[in-house]
């Protein structure tokens, strides 16, 4: 569902995933509740699942992702967002395709540090900026050979309420991630062939449990100021 140009940036636009420029949110409070604006505070594990494709564009190629993962836990006032474990693969396990393949594995984790802040000016249609702190992905791309490339950084991305009219993909609904052109920079421990910056796009649906520690994500997900 995405074209991306990227090559190993392949791996690093699919991890940027959750996460995009970086827009200031505005200063007000926030708060993470259980499936409505009235609901009750949610502190608690949550997980990140991709909707259709990550793409990546890079000065190199194209590529994307059509499976991916993340698993982590917030605080219910948008705090200690942090990403324990995350995963990005196509059909199956396989690994990203386009212009090239890429086999993309998480590194240094988990992410810890990152956050929601509730969007009180709704900057471009969104309900929250989400940050995901310290990410970094290792790419082997299928060039040259094999090359390796290592993106990372802190990225940025837009939450979108269950009930926002411009969430990225309205047919679901539930809370969304969206990465929109972020920008994601080369790491020492590269080839000297990749690019020095890749550009993602991706969309993530965002769920918590139901019942804490069980594993299973059912918990719709609402932010408030």
């Known amino acids: 569902m995405a074209r991306i140009r990227q090559t190993a940036a392949v ?3 699919v991890l940027a995933v959750l996460a995009v420029g970086t827009v200031p949110a505005s200063a007000a409070t926030t708060t993470i509740r259980k499936g409505s604006a009235a609901a009750a505070p949610y502190t608690g594990n949550v997980r990140a699942s991709l909707l259709g494709s990550a793409t990546v564009s890079s000065s190199i190629g194209s ?16 705090t200690g967002l942090n ?15 386009g212009t090239t393949t890429a086999t993309i594995t998480a590194q240094n984790l988990p992410w810890s540090g990152g956050s929601v802040v509730f969007d009180s000016a709704h ?3 969104r309900d929250a900026a989400v940050t995901i702190a310290n990410f970094r992905v290792k790419a082997v791309v299928n060039l040259l050979g094999g090359i390796t490339c290592i993106f990372g950084g ?20 539930q809370a969304q991630v ?24 991706a969309t993530y649906q965002l769920l918590g449990e139901t019942v804490a520690g069980s594993g299973t994500f059912n918990q719709t997900l609402f932010v408030t100021s």
Do not use: D, H, W
């Open 63 to 78: 590529g994307s992702c059509n499976e991916s993962t993340m698993t982590g836990a917030i605080q219910s006032n948008g």
């Open 154 to 173: 802190n990225l940025t991305a837009n939450g979108y309420n269950p009930t926002n009219p411009n969430r990225p993909v309205t047919g679901n609904n």
């Open 178 to 201: 969206g990465v929109n052109g972020a920008t994601v920079s080369k790491q020492s421990g590269s080839n000297i062939f990749c690019p020095s910056t890749a550009t993602v796009t």
């Open 11 to 13: 791996g690093t636009a």
């Open 123 to 125: 900057t471009g249609n």
């Open 83 to 97: 990403v324990s474990s995350a995963s990005f693969t196509s059909n199956g396990g396989g690994p990203c395709t």
